[in-house]
T-cell receptor, first 112, second 109 residues
Framework: GAGVSQSPRYKVTKRGQDVALRCDPISGHVSLYWYRQALGQGPEFLTY????????KSGLPNDRFSAERPEGSISTLTIQRTEQRDSAMYRC??????????FGPGTRLTVL | GQSLEQPSEVTAVEGAIVQINCTYQTSGFYGLSWYQQHDGGAPTFLSYNALDGLEETGRFSSFLSRSDSYGYLLLQELQMKDSASYFCAVRGSARQLTFGSGTQLTVLP
């Protein structure tokens, strides 16, 4: 009964570098969501997958952000040419296509 | 777009009852969720209301009035471990969540 896992837990990068954040959802969960959470704020929706299909990417801030879930399980959120304003906690959540989302521990991204 | 309002801070004593209110404005409403988040932890699901009325789960209850665009989370018999941030969130058509800014609950001994 493992929960949602994310890696790395902490990522420090220099401005202009690309980063890839990984999410391993609960086994069997068909829905996967990516959120970004600033300190003292609620999570902000980025994108959503149903199986391998990206159903909604309306929350991605700009075209430097992309996500994939090629086999309907593990997902990767990629940020190209990182900027300091990208620094935040990035969380993924998975669901059995119900209204309960299970959140992972997050990846704390710091862009120097 | 969607927006939610909830108080930023609430303080109560152990054993008391506290109510955290949430009002929302949304172009399409499917339901209201509540999540708890302890410092340094991940949000965890508490409750979901799609229809008007009260949902009870142990010490926690959640209420929704769709006509008033309003809901609340009621926490009874407060314990020290209930000190955390509480977020209301509106559900979108694909079950994506739009969260409020959160209410920091402090439970005093």
């Amino acid at each position: 009964g493992a929960g949602v896992s994310q890696s790395p837990r902490y990522k420090v990068t220099k401005r202009g570098q690309d980063v890839a954040l990984r999410c391993d959802p609960i086994s069997g969960h068909v829905s996967l969501y990516w959120y970004r959470q600033a300190l003292g704020q609620g999570p902000e929706f980025l994108t959503y997958f149903n199986y391998e299909a990206q159903q909604d990417k309306s929350g991605l801030p700009n075209d430097r952000f992309s996500a994939e879930r090629p086999e309907g399980s593990i997902s990767t959120l990629t940020i190209q040419r990182t900027e300091q304003r990208d620094s935040a906690m990035y969380r993924c959540a998975s669901s059995l296509d119900t209204d309960t989302q299970y959140f992972g521990p997050g990846t704390r991204l710091t862009v120097l | 777009g969607q927006s939610l309002e909830q108080p930023s801070e609430v303080t109560a004593v152990e054993g008391a009852i506290v109510q955290i209110n949430c009002t929302y404005q949304t172009s399409g409403f499917y339901g209201l969720s509540w999540y708890q988040q302890h410092d340094g932890g991940a949000p965890t699901f508490l409750s979901y209301n799609a229809l008007d009325g009260l949902e009870e789960t142990g010490r926690f209850s959640s209420f929704l009035s769709r006509s008033d665009s309003y809901g609340y989370l009621l926490l009874q018999e407060l314990q020290m471990k209930d000190s955390a941030s509480y977020f209301c969130a509106v559900r979108g058509s694909a079950r994506q969540l739009t969260f409020g800014s959160g209410t920091q609950l402090t439970v005093l001994p």
